[in-house]
């Protein structure tokens, strides 16, 4: 660990700033947006990932290699939605029968 200490206001900072983003989620969904809701829900949803994963989860605190191990996830997590994506979309091309 890297021996750092946060002040409790900061995660009562961060908790408020999630509170926020729920409501605004709940707001969002029941707002139709059309074409948008979609981009909006995951807009809202990554950004409270990420402050879930700086703060409450230290990585913003941690050493490099923390850093580089949670973004070599998030990489690997987005090749692998590819990848699903891309079997999703070739489905109906490569119906047999």
Do not use: C, E, Q
Request: hydrophobic share 55%.
């Amino acid at each position: 660990m890297s021996g750092h200490i946060s002040p409790i206001r900061s995660y009562l900072a961060i908790f408020g700033a999630l509170m926020v983003g729920t409501v605004v989620t709940v707001g969002a969904a029941m707002t139709n947006l059309g074409a948008l809701n979609f981009p909006v829900a995951l807009a809202i949803a990554v950004t409270k990932a990420t402050l879930v994963v700086l703060f409450f989860m230290h990585v913003k605190y941690s050493t490099n290699l923390t850093k580089t191990v949670v973004i070599s996830s998030v990489i690997w997590l987005f090749i692998m939605l590819a990848l699903t994506y891309n079997d999703y979309l070739t489905r109906s091309v490569l119906s047999y029968g």
